[in-house]
């Protein structure tokens, strides 16, 4: 039970830092723009390069991300969780890259997916076979959700690798948390059974 209520307030203290961000500026205050960047530059980075597969492009939807929101802070409804507007700006930006460059291969790095980068793998021969299996495993989940429709992959990626809850997810694809849920269990069950033909 205490820590329900740590992280509760965690979150409202964090609500509060960003409606006292939001408020400085729209007063006109850059440096709030700084202190934005900081707290979430990673978190749009992350979902940026899991959504369209490339560090570069990642790096671009982060930089136009806090550009919209510098330009565009006096349409922010304070009503709502300003974390949610933010995905909304970066979501909307790589759906806008993946339908310019609709037949650009993708070309998503294992640690997108992972995160967990080489590793301390010691070089004995078994775990270097374990790595290539494990990287091979990888490889071919990328494929396939790369190949979902992209309604599936975008609720997938938010839900299921950035972790979002049903109902942030919903706000940042302004569709209901059961269409969100539908799509999770959709993009699951697509891709299971894909990868259990594989096996």
């Known amino acids: 039970m205490p820590l329900f209520k740590t992280h509760r307030i965690g979150q409202e203290k964090s609500a509060d830092e960003d409606r006292e961000l939001t408020d400085r500026l729209r007063s006109g205050d850059d440096f709030a723009l700084n202190e934005v960047m900081q707290r979430y530059k990673e978190r749009i980075y992350r979902l940026a390069w899991r959504y369209v597969g490339n560090e570069d492009t990642a790096l671009d939807v982060v930089q136009e991300t806090f550009t919209k929101l510098y330009f565009n802070i ?11 507007w933010l995905f909304q700006i ?6 806008d890259h993946l339908r310019k460059n609709k037949n650009h291969a993708r070309n998503v ?23 290539f299996q494990s990287k091979q495993q990888l490889a071919h989940l990328r494929q396939e959700i790369e190949r979902l429709p992209d309604t599936l992959r975008e609720a997938f990626i938010l839900f299921a690798l950035e972790e979002k809850t049903q109902n942030e997810c919903a706000e940042i ?17 697509l891709l299971s059974e894909k990868l259990n033909r594989a096996l």
């Open 74 to 84: 006096d349409k922010y409804d304070p009503a709502y969780k300003f974390s949610t």
């Open 90 to 95: 970066a979501v909307n930006l790589c759906r």
């Open 109 to 131: 790095s294992y640690d997108a997916l992972s995160e967990s980068g080489s590793g301390d793998w010691q070089q004995s021969e078994e775990n270097i076979e374990a790595s």
């Open 173 to 189: 694809l302004d569709v209901s948390a059961k269409t969100v849920e539908t799509r999770v269990y959709r993009a699951r069950k």
